[in-house]
């Protein structure tokens, strides 16, 4: 079964600028334990959540190994500095654990989790982990939340078919069958999607689902009417959840995930997707997924991650 792993203080270590006071702070000097059993916590703070999993990346063939990223990416937060934001403060949770190829209990730990952390009208913010981390966050934001709209960027629209079992690219299309299942609306749009990296089935599985997605060559190329439909899709629902596959970014940006992409995009393409995504003030829960430090060149895709989740908690 899956387990919580407490806040590791160590995890968050840097340099302290003593003569610059509190307009020299880094996070690992703002970062607070999460206060679990009692109520002096702050609202409008962001909570970070490791689900240290990639049972779903096994499942699914992929290159294991991001199960260990929370920690790596925990630590390239603590070097980054205060800015100016409207977050109250910065907790963390500690991790999920799946242990050996617990995935399911793993997810139950995290939905339970989730929707505390939301029902304390914080804002969750969950370090993958392989792209399974995705569903369990969308099944807790629905206990909370309706006319939720799914926003993920990722080369990939993550529509198979669970063959046999549940796996990192079969969230969405769960996502799909538990709307179906619960009389909700499947809304979803994925961003950076790569032709070459789905097959025909999936995306005819995605239109029949009423899904949209806008390509990485529309990004590239600075479509307007790829850009209208992300905006036209945040302004038409309550509340989203964002979801950041790290293997949208181009192999020569991140080469550190379980599936590398060719024709990817650019750290500044995707800081500005965040930008027109939290302009709105609707995102309620994010995760970052698909590290994978195995494969990492100098940290660079660690940094990525670490800076694509500064613009997020300074965006809300």
């Given at each position: 079964?899956?387990?919580?792993?407490?806040?590791?203080?160590?995890?968050?270590?840097?340099?302290?600028?003593v003569?610059?006071?509190?307009?020299g702070?880094r996070?690992?000097?703002?970062?607070?334990?999460?206060?679990?059993?009692?109520?002096?916590?702050?609202?409008?703070?962001?909570?970070?959540?490791?689900?240290?999993?990639?049972?779903?990346?096994?499942?699914?063939?992929?290159?294991?190994?991001?199960?260990?990223?929370?920690?790596?990416?925990?630590?390239?937060?603590?070097?980054?500095?205060?800015?100016?934001?409207?977050?109250?403060?910065?907790?963390?949770?500690?991790n999920?654990?799946?242990?050996?190829?617990?995935?399911?209990?793993?997810?139950?730990?995290?939905?339970?989790?989730v929707?505390?952390?939301?029902?304390?009208?914080?804002?969750?913010?969950?370090?993958?982990?392989?792209?399974?981390?995705?569903?369990?966050?969308?099944?807790?934001?629905?206990?909370?939340?309706?006319n939720?709209?799914?926003?993920?960027?990722?080369?990939?629209?993550?529509?198979?078919?669970?063959?046999?079992?549940?796996?990192?690219?079969?969230?969405?299309?769960?996502?799909?069958?538990?709307?179906?299942?619960?009389?909700?609306?499947?809304?979803y749009?994925?961003?950076?999607?790569?032709?070459?990296?789905?097959?025909?089935?999936?995306?005819?599985?995605?239109?029949?689902?009423?899904?949209?997605?806008?390509?990485?060559?529309?990004?590239?190329?600075?479509?307007?009417?790829?850009?209208?439909?992300?905006?036209?899709?945040?302004?038409?629902?309550?509340?989203?959840?964002?979801?950041?596959?790290?293997?949208?970014?181009?192999?020569?940006?991140?080469?550190?995930?379980?599936?590398?992409?060719?024709?990817?995009?650019?750290?500044?393409?995707?800081?500005?997707?965040?930008?027109?995504?939290?302009?709105?003030?609707?995102?309620?829960?994010?995760?970052?997924?698909?590290?994978?430090?195995?494969?990492?060149?100098?940290?660079?895709?660690?940094?990525?991650?670490?800076?694509?989740?500064?613009?997020?908690?300074?965006?809300?």
């Amino acid at each position: 079964m899956g387990m919580i792993q407490p806040f590791n203080k160590d995890v968050w270590q840097g340099r302290t600028d003593v003569e610059d006071g509190v307009l020299g702070q880094r996070w690992h000097q703002l970062i607070q334990e999460f206060p679990r059993e009692h109520q002096a916590y702050l609202e409008k703070a962001v909570v970070f959540l490791g689900f240290a999993s990639d049972e779903g990346v096994r499942r699914n063939k992929g290159r294991v190994g991001a199960a260990s990223s929370p920690d790596l990416i925990r630590k390239m937060l603590s070097v980054l500095p205060k800015m100016p934001s409207e977050v109250s403060a910065l907790y963390d949770y500690g991790n999920i654990i799946c242990v050996g190829t617990q995935l399911e209990e793993a997810r139950s730990e995290q939905i339970s989790v989730v929707k505390n952390l939301l029902a304390k009208k914080t804002y969750p913010l969950v370090l993958g982990g392989g792209h399974e981390v995705a569903l369990g966050n969308f099944i807790a934001l629905n206990d909370r939340f309706k006319n939720i709209g799914i926003i993920n960027i990722d080369a990939h629209l993550d529509m198979r078919i669970p063959h046999p079992d549940t796996n990192s690219g079969t969230g969405f299309y769960e996502m799909y069958r538990w709307c179906e299942q619960n009389s909700r609306k499947f809304n979803y749009l994925a961003l950076g999607v790569q032709k070459i990296s789905n097959t025909r089935a999936i995306f005819e599985r995605a239109e029949t689902a009423g899904a949209h997605w806008v390509t990485a060559d529309e990004i590239h190329a600075g479509s307007k009417s790829g850009f209208d439909k992300l905006e036209a899709f945040v302004a038409t629902h309550d509340v989203i959840y964002l979801s950041l596959d790290m293997d949208v970014f181009d192999a020569a940006f991140a080469p550190g995930v379980s599936a590398p992409a060719t024709n990817g995009l650019t750290a500044f393409q995707v800081k500005n997707l965040i930008h027109r995504i939290f302009k709105y003030r609707k995102v309620r829960l994010m995760d970052v997924a698909e590290f994978n430090p195995n494969y990492d060149i100098d940290s660079r895709t660690a940094r990525l991650a670490a800076h694509m989740i500064s613009e997020m908690v300074h965006s809300l």
